[in-house]
């Protein structure tokens, strides 16, 4: 009996388990039902004296419906199995049966009545509905044909046999109906508590997620900082380091620490990204922007991870895109620079094309405002295989790692970047060929802020110019991007092509051209032959990023050359001289009245800091935490603030309200707010909004870009402090021109009219000429040991001494001296022996010619009156009032002797030719101030200063205020100097600089002793 029971429950588990879906459940109870029904109906004909023919097809229905649900358990399929049963039972087995068991008088109708209640419940919507009214409308039509047809009914033998039979289908159909309905009501309980079970699950689970991602935001916005604080100060000072002189293999460890941190962020930045994707958290921000800025920025960040592949990188921008657009931006870059980032890892050797093009949205309209722009990016990497194609744009997606192996990144730029994509309305497609290259597509829909063109040539068929490039690849798309601003070209692929081409222009028998584009290689070797042409065009060479010479008087060009930079250097808006003077292009204002407070808790955060505003010239005040902070703004006013947000103790935003409220309490004699700029790492969404929202009046991320900084000095910094260009000297009124001994002079080689604009005084110029004729001869020793074939002096040491050349030679004004100078200053320092070797000679003799000449103008002055005046020479109050120690170190006497004549009649000078003497000298006597070179034979300006500051003997000596003075004027060399320094002095040095610096310190010691930086 247990074991019928258990099978019975087996049974009853398969048919109606809860697991199963409802409509299931239902079918199987109506089957069985059908099943039981026609079984009873099979046995009861007996008794009611049906017909044979209805007691079988009873039988065969019954063997249908265990079939049918015998099919439902095995497949589920209960919707088929349903429409079956319609066709077979319904529609064929009933009417057999109607006719055979008495008609419409006999207990059929209530199974008519059951096949359209069990219809209605088993289909939904128009299903049932149609089902249903087709049902009605047989049993209608069967009704009919029993009335006007009475001879096809076989009838009852009895009235007994109706009674009989009407109760039967009466009770079996209500008895399954009932048991159906009672089901049915117990299965949408049943659900019905599961659902609300389900609903409190889901609000615990809802209020668990949200849980989850505020604990995720929490914890990004935590690590965000903890990871940005340091790699602010990894990536900042590698950064101002790097711009300083250094050996190869010091360089090369540094640009790979700047690298990794480099790479680094991009990792944290995708993961922030890729979290406010996936929480709906990023929001894309439209402004209006210049279409200029975006791809140059792009370009030179791509140009850097370039430099150390054999890869080539071509653009072709087309010029007629519109100036100006309506977008975001920074999304936009960030699409850009992922695709070229992309071609750059997975291209080892070959090209990387950028293509920039756009089309105008609705048909081409001239009306229409809006332009979809295409970033196509094709490269000849290792390419993408068939089987990857559908998992490249993946989270965390890395394809073919076997081949891929050693490449950085998250997997995620290409994901994020679709997104982006498509949160703007655009898309990106990619095609690739596996083994050969790969192109990827965005399209973004823009709208158009300004009509003017991208990139435009004033007059271009007024400039021809001639292209002197071998490269087939380079050529094809300087003359692409040339066609594309309606220039006219000659295209010279050989030497001697070139050379025949500018003979004829020089004969006069050839076209005049306006510009020459050159590389810069081929320029090197044939520069005495260009030089000896009588009226060259306006020279333009082409360079790869970081290999300029620095060649003065002559314009560069980086490659990739695209239309605008092209452009640009024929209208003459762009100097483009070399990769020194584009990173001073950045800081386009000094602002030496300005004054700024930085505030920090890490010490290294404050130098880098204090090492980007330097170019800027500015009074800097430092400290380390947001009480102190307060207590520097009620003694000083500042003209901008920066604000460390997570600091120990009072953080920014408490630092930030408390200045606030003392502006408050204080005010009208405050007059204004003081502009103060959150400085944080933590870069996620939504800070700048809070920033704002607690009193800062901008936000600056950390590590800190350069471009970024620049746009908010010169948005806050109040315009009247900004300086554009060097004003007038300051001191004498007396505008009266005086006799000059240089009047109606000459000396070969030097411009006397610059030098006079700069010294302002005859003597003072005199005799640092004098000087220059008396020392540069024995540095002139030092350059012939590498002449020949012995090279008796070490390439380091001919550096220095060629650099120290090339300084003095600057500071009289001998531009032709210091620019050979220059020139092989710069190959020494690639370890270019051939070009040293090839030229070394030929600067000797022309030193050697402007000191013959030089010698000559100085003996016809000899016995002649000068003007002892000190001429406008801006002297300041700090220099009147004490005769302050200042000791000048410099391997060059003529520098030594530019600071004398300068400085002596204000201060008690100490000039020294060896830094070791100068150390030796400060054990005895104690200097005010020191200025001292940064490139001397002995040891480094740098080395003497840690020499200084490590002196145990003498701890007072690291107090001491230092000035560089270097002809380094770049941030690749002359940042590193605000961890050593109080500021610096370019040569040739500038009278009124030098005293302004000099002053500007000592104004500062004896004000108090937190400037750490004047002007």
């Known amino acids: 009996m247990k074991k019928i029971f258990r099978y019975v429950g087996k049974i009853a588990f398969a048919l109606f388990a809860s697991t199963l879906p409802f409509r299931v459940r239902l079918f199987n109870i109506y089957a069985l039902g059908g099943l039981v029904i026609t079984l009873f109906v099979c046995v009861s004909s007996l008794v009611t004296g049906a017909s044979t023919l209805n007691a079988l097809f009873c039988g065969i229905t019954a063997i249908l419906a265990g079939i049918l649900l015998l099919i439902d358990v095995k497949t589920g399929r209960y919707e088929l199995c349903f429409f079956i049963s319609i066709i077979l039972v319904f529609f064929i087995f009933y009417p057999v049966m109607f006719f055979a068991a008495g008609g419409y008088r006999s207990g059929m109708p209530s199974f008519f009545v059951f096949a359209v209640v069990s219809t209605v419940f088993m289909l939904e919507g128009r299903k049932a509905l149609i089902v249903s009214a087709v049902e009605i409308a047989f049993y209608a039509v069967l009704c009919l044909c029993a009335y006007y047809r009475p001879e096809w009914v076989i009838h009852f033998d009895s009235e007994f046999g109706y009674v009989a039979d009407t109760l039967v289908g009466i009770t079996t159909v209500s008895a399954v109906l009932g048991v159906t309905l009672f089901v049915q009501l117990r299965l949408y309980n049943s659900q019905r508590k599961e659902l609300q079970e389900a609903y409190l699950d889901l609000e615990e689970q809802t209020r668990l997620a949200e849980s989850v991602s505020r604990a995720k935001s929490d914890f990004l916005a935590q690590m965000s900082h903890e990871i940005r604080t340091p790699m602010n100060a990894i990536i900042g000072m590698s950064h101002l380091t790097l711009r300083e002189d250094m050996s190869p293999q010091a360089r090369e460890y540094l640009e790979n620490i700047r690298r990794a941190g480099d790479n680094l962020m991009v990792i944290i930045n995708d993961i922030l990204d890729f979290s406010r994707i996936e929480s709906g958290r990023l ?48 999304r936009i870059r960030q699409i850009l620079l992922n695709l070229l980032s992309n071609a750059v890892k997975y291209t080892r050797e070959g090209h990387i094309i950028l293509s920039i093009r756009g089309e105008r949205a609705g048909g081409g309209s001239a009306d229409n405002r809006e332009i979809v722009l295409e970033f196509e990016v094709s490269d000849t990497g290792v390419g993408i295989r068939p089987e990857d194609m559908e998992k490249l744009f993946g989270n965390f997606a890395r394809i073919d790692t076997k ?115 050159m590389p810069q290689a081929p320029y090197i070797r044939l520069r005495p032959l260009l030089e000896d042409m009588k009226a060259l065009p306006r020279l333009v060479l082409l360079t790869d990023y970081g290999s300029e010479l620095g060649i003065r008087d002559i314009r560069f060009l980086t490659l990739p050359a695209y239309t605008l930079s092209i452009a640009n250097i024929m209208n003459y808006k762009t100097e483009h001289r070399s990769g020194v003077e584009r990173e001073k292009a950045v800081v386009t204002f000094r602002a030496p009245s300005a004054r700024v407070l930085i505030v920090d808790d890490i010490t290294t955060n404050l130098k880098v800091v204090q090492g980007l505003l330097l170019p800027y010239n500015m009074i800097i005040d430092t400290c380390e935490t947001g009480a102190a902070s307060i207590e520097f703004f009620k003694k000083h006013t500042y003209d901008l603030v920066f604000m460390d947000h997570m600091m120990p103790g009072m953080d920014g935003i408490e630092a930030a309200a408390a200045i606030r409220a003392w502006e408050k309490e204080n005010a009208p004699e405050v007059p204004k707010e003081t502009p103060i700029i959150a400085l944080t790492a933590n870069a996620i969404s939504g800070m700048k909004e809070m920033f704002l929202q607690q009193g800062f009046n901008d ?154 000449n030089l010698g000559s103008f100085l003996a016809e002055q000899e016995g002649q009156p000068l003007d002892k005046k000190p001429g406008d020479r801006g002297m300041t109050a700090a220099g009147q009032e004490a005769k302050k120690i200042i000791l000048a170190v410099d391997d060059m006497p003529i520098n030594l002797t530019t600071i004398g004549t300068i400085l002596r009649n204000d201060f008690d000078l100490r000039l020294l030719k060896s ?101």
């Open 915 to 1015: 830094p070791i003497a100068a150390l030796s000298l400060l054990n005895t006597v104690k200097a005010d101030l020191i200025l001292v070179d940064i490139e001397m034979p002995e040891m480094s300006g740098f080395e003497f200063v840690d020499r200084l500051r490590g002196n145990a003997e003498h701890p007072e000596q690291k107090d001491i205020p230092v000035i560089f003075v270097t002809s380094h004027e770049a941030p690749d060399v002359i940042e590193r100097v605000i961890s050593y320094s109080a500021g610096y002095v370019v040569k040739p040095v500038n009278p009124r600089i030098l005293l302004e610096k000099v002053g500007a310190v000592f104004e500062a010691r004896e004000g108090n002793g937190s400037v750490s930086a004047a002007s």
């Open 403 to 517: 081949r891929n192996q050693g490449i950085e990144g998250t997997g995620l730029g290409l994901a994020i970047s679709k997104r982006l994509c498509q949160l703007m309305g655009g898309d990106i497609t990619v095609q690739s060929a596996y083994g050969k290259g790969s192109t990827f597509t965005a399209s973004l829909p823009q709208a158009i802020a300004d009509e003017k063109p991208f990139a435009k040539v004033e007059a271009p068929r007024a400039k021809p110019v001639l292209i002197y490039e071998n490269r087939k690849r380079n050529a094809d798309s300087f003359c692409w991007s040339l066609d594309n601003l309606g220039v006219c070209y000659t295209l010279a692929a050989t030497e001697d092509e070139f050379l025949e081409t500018l003979r004829l222009e020089n004969d006069g028998a050839g076209k005049k051209y306006a510009f020459i584009f």
């Open 283 to 330: 929001d894309i921000v439209p402004e209006k922007y210049h279409l200029a800025s975006l791809i140059n920025d792009s370009l030179s960040i791509i140009r850097t991870r370039l430099h150390e592949k054999p890869v080539s990188m071509f653009a072709k921008i087309d010029s007629a895109l519109p100036q100006q657009l309506f977008g975001d931006e920074v």
């Open 699 to 852: 936000y600056l991320a950390k590590p800190i870009e350069m471009l970024k900084l620049h746009e908010i000095l010169k948005r806050w910094i109040p315009r009247e402090k900004q300086i554009k260009e060097k004003p007038d000297l300051k001191g004498s009124t007396d505008n009266t021109p005086r006799p000059s001994v240089f009047d109606g002079k000459n000396i070969e080689g030097i411009d006397l009219a610059a030098g006079m604009e700069q010294y302002k005084n005859d003597s003072v110029y005199l005799e640092i000429l004098r000087s220059y004729a008396s020392s540069i001869p024995a540095f002139l020793d030092t350059l012939r040991g590498a002449s020949g074939e012995t090279w008796e002096t070490p390439l380091d040491s001919y550096t220095i001494t060629v650099h120290g050349i090339k300084g003095a030679s600057y500071q009289i004004h001998a531009g032709e001296a210091g620019r050979e100078a220059e020139l092989l200053e710069a190959a020494a320092r690639a370890n270019d022996r051939k070009t040293v070797e090839a030229h070394n000679d030929g600067f000797i003799k022309t030193v050697e010619r402007l000191l013959e």
